[in-house]
């Protein structure tokens, strides 16, 4: 009896040391569904055969060649009589992003049901190999892997990743590292933010204003604090190729051709990433309203009480514009989803006009949140006729949204309308500012990732 406690505090401590012992030799982010330790390594070394087993996996494959040639100097031969690393299908296995993992000291094996899976498994096998592999400049005489059995699949069907290129603008090189950090953590889609009051970032053959005036900038208040900053950080120094010289003034900004975002699109695709295209409206287009004037209820850009002067409603000559910008994003982006923002809407000069009073009064509108919900309503129609789901933030509940829009909910203080969206019969995605923005420093609470700063992706 006396020795009871001292007994129970060993077998915690060694309880406590062998978790810690497992998180160390296993450092999977996000943890496997199921692990299941086991004792040895296997040994990767130049003569080790990675056979494929099923020709739907030919592209995981070449991706687990791409992560291994760095580190062993030479492609895996397809045959061989010693170590293999074995890719198979298993069609038990019944999501889609779900895979099996054993890994012995006589053999690897990759079982999954779909190539997503079977992709999800090879990421898996990038965790585990040593950081080093992806930096060596000499080839290794062999490469270890932890013997370990995993189950895993998803909790969540939606894992996404945000980032906003039209305040701070990023090379194609970048987003492509961007895309390989999202694909190393297993997230499956990436929003990305094309266009806002500080820049239009995608090539529109019909309105070509919009990037050859829309995406620059003069430096606004925001840059000035950035290269303040980068007098004693670099990450947040504005890249020179940026930046150029306009009728006597400096101007930061650039964009991306169709035939760029093209490449993008499959390059996140060939790693099971889906690109989500955000094209803001009816606000945060400044940069839209400063190339065609015309779209404003005022017939130039400026600044609200709170936010910028959106683009108007109530005149027909907007909806030709925004349909024929949404053409040829639908056109580009295989996405099921087409992101309008509607969210941080200035509605002061809509209340002021006259088209909108008149269109109000036409349409039984009560009041300018009905206004939005009648443009959201509209463009939601246009994009439906393509073939596509509409995405709004959480701001277009106010005035009233169809049940078949879907919701990503930011505003973390609206603490009920996550619920309404979902009573509404809409789909929602959780990214509330107060848990999931990474903008924001650690010491209000929030989550921060490296992936969202320069100097993480310069390796």
């Known amino acids: 009896m006396v020795r009871l406690p001292f007994l129970l505090l060993v077998l915690f401590v060694t309880l406590t040391v062998r978790a810690q012992d497992v998180a160390e030799r296993y450092a999977l982010i996000p943890y496997p569904t199921s692990l299941i330790p086991a004792s040895g390594e296997f040994t990767v070394t130049a003569q080790t055969a990675l056979v494929v087993q099923d020709s739907r996996f030919g592209n995981e494959a070449r991706q687990l060649e791409a992560l291994l040639k760095p580190g062993l100097g030479k492609r895996l031969p397809s045959k061989g009589t010693g170590s293999k690393i074995v890719l198979q299908h298993d069609a038990s296995i019944t999501n889609p992003e779900g895979y099996d993992l054993t890994i012995t000291p006589q053999q690897v094996t ?57 305040r701070h603008f990023y090379s194609i090189d970048y987003l492509q590292k961007f895309i390989d950090r999202l694909a190393l953590y297993k997230f499956n889609k990436f929003h990305l933010h094309l ?13 070509p204003k919009l990037t050859s005036e829309g995406a620059w ?8 604090v950035v290269l303040k900053r980068a007098v004693t950080n670099p990450d947040f120094d504005l890249p020179k190729q940026f930046i150029r010289q ?39 287009l400044s940069a839209a309203i400063k190339a065609y004037p015309f779209l404003s209820c005022i017939g130039q850009p400026g600044m609200g009480k709170t936010f910028s002067v959106p683009i108007c409603p109530c005149n027909e000559p907007t909806y030709t514009f925004m349909e024929g ?3 040829e994003v639908i056109a580009l982006f295989p996405s099921p989803y087409v992101h309008i923002g509607a969210d941080e809407v200035e509605k002061s000069t809509w209340a002021q006009s006259v088209a ?3 269109l109000m009064k036409r349409e039984n509108i009560k009041n300018v949140e009905e206004l939005q919900s009648y443009f959201v309503h509209r463009i939601e129609k246009f994009v439906q006729s393509k073939g596509k789901k509409l995405m709004v933030w959480d701001d ?47 010491a209000f609470g929030r989550l921060k990732m490296c992936i969202m700063l320069p100097s993480c992706l310069k390796a």
């Open 110 to 166: 990759l079982k999954a049901s779909q190539p997503v899976g079977m992709f999800r498994a090879v990421q898996t096998i990038r965790q585990l190999l040593p950081v080093t592999i992806e930096k060596t400049e000499k080839p290794l005489a062999s490469i270890t892997l932890p013997a370990v059995h995993i189950h895993d699949q998803p909790a969540y069907a939606w894992r996404g990743m945000h980032l906003d290129v039209s």
């Open 195 to 207: 266009t806002d009051d500080q820049g239009w970032r995608l090539e529109i053959k019909a309105y």
């Open 217 to 224: 900038r003069t430096f606004n208040n925001q840059d000035s």
């Open 246 to 284: 306009q009728n006597g003034q400096t101007q930061y900004g650039g964009f991306y051709t169709q035939a760029q975002m093209r490449d993008l699109i499959a390059y996140a695709a060939a790693r099971h990433i889906e690109i989500i295209p955000e094209i803001d409206m009816p606000g945060h």
């Open 325 to 327: 910008v949404l053409s």
């Open 356 to 358: 909108c009073q008149e």
């Open 396 to 442: 277009a509940l106010e005035g009233g949204l169809k049940p078949s829009t879907a919701v990503m909910y930011w505003r973390s203080w609206v603490k009920d309308a996550p619920f309404k969206a979902a009573q509404n019969g809409n789909d929602v995605v959780m990214t509330p500012v107060s848990n999931l923005y990474f903008d924001s420093p650690p």
